[in-house]
């Protein structure tokens, strides 16, 4: 049987990416997006493709999710969704935690619904690594407890993933729940490069951080995210749901590292003026270590380690700026 795709958030950054690698894998592709952030521009070399169909649709409101997976149907018989959409705007979740509570979690609850009516059983689930709240220096591994998000991102994405666990029970054949770190590439569309960099182009001279720059955490690029997305997807389990932390093996990188790399970049004489206490932001996780054990017993490696990463994402982000 041939593979057909539903891809919830595929014209945000992750979503796009993954859906040109799935096209050239030779699935067929529906795409759904709300363009709240994603662009058809992100798209563009494959809009002529007979194998990629592109929705309009609020996957939080049951009816539009309905009318979503329907105009999907007439592509092909869906045979997997993967579900990339959510709020990621971490302070704005803080602000008004509606937003969360729809953007991401009332989109996997409608998603899970609507595939239970039309008989749609694998999903593949961008979870995070916001699930597990600030465990300081300790180790995190997939079954360290109890889990006690500090960020309402974090709250709804493990709220996503008790309902995907309550749905596997029910009538799913497969769940991947895949725990992301900081993901960095293009097309950015947020994150702490595009954030700075843009900060930079609007202030030359000077570069405010949130914080005092010790925050510390790891980052993976996009492409190294697919692969391993792709490698979790088609492992043969045993069990229904797969839940696996994604990241690269080292322990990351600071803010401030991250900020002097940006001014290398963009503009060497600028200087950088930092904020007070190791928080960004409230419910910002400052420091975390975090295991990828689980995922290197599946053979896979990342091509780059943190530090490669930010600095090939600050270099593409620059040019998808203009800089």
């Not at 363009?35 to 409101?61: H, M, P, Q, W």
């Not at 991250?258 to 930092?274: D, G, M, T």
Request: aromatic content about 8%.
């Amino acid at each position: 049987m041939n593979r057909h795709a539903l891809l919830i958030g595929g014209a945000g950054f992750i979503g796009s990416q993954l859906a040109k690698i799935l096209l050239s894998l030779g699935y067929k592709v529906t795409i759904v997006d709300n363009f709240s952030r994603g662009k058809l521009e992100y798209l563009e070399e494959y809009k002529s493709s007979t194998e990629l169909k592109v929705l309009n649709f609020d996957i939080a409101e049951n009816s539009e999710c309905e009318k979503a997976f329907i105009e999907a149907k007439e592509n092909a018989d869906i045979t997997e969704v993967w579900h990339m959409a959510a709020n990621s705007d971490i302070p704005a979740g803080v602000l008004n935690p509606a937003i969360d509570l729809k953007d991401t979690f009332l989109t996997t609850f409608e998603v899970l619904k609507v595939m239970k009516k039309f008989n749609v059983k694998v999903i593949n689930f961008a979870s995070s690594s916001a699930i597990y709240g600030d465990f300081g220096d300790t180790m995190i591994h997939e079954s360290i407890g109890p889990l006690l998000p500090i960020s309402n991102y974090g709250a709804m994405k493990l709220a996503s993933e008790a309902q995907i666990s309550a749905a596997a029970e029910d009538f799913l054949d497969r769940a991947n729940i895949f725990r992301f770190p900081n993901v960095v590439g293009v097309p950015a569309t947020h994150g702490v490069i595009l954030d700075f960099i843009n900060k930079l182009l609007f202030n030359k001279n000077e570069l405010q951080v949130l914080g005092d720059g010790t925050q510390q955490k790891a980052y993976l690029h996009v492409s190294d995210l697919i692969n391993a997305m792709l490698l979790i997807s088609n492992r043969q389990i045993s069990d229904k749901v797969e839940i696996v932390n994604i990241g690269p093996y080292d322990k990351g990188v600071t803010v401030k590292w991250i900020a002097e790399q940006v001014i290398l970049r963009v503009n060497p004489s600028a200087k950088i003026v930092f904020g007070d206490g190791n928080k960004g932001w409230v419910g910002d996780v400052p420091k975390f270590n975090y295991s990828t054990e689980k995922l290197r017993s599946f053979g896979w490696s990342p091509n780059l380690g943190s530090e490669d990463a930010v600095k090939k994402a600050i270099d593409q982000i620059a040019l998808q700026l203009g800089v």
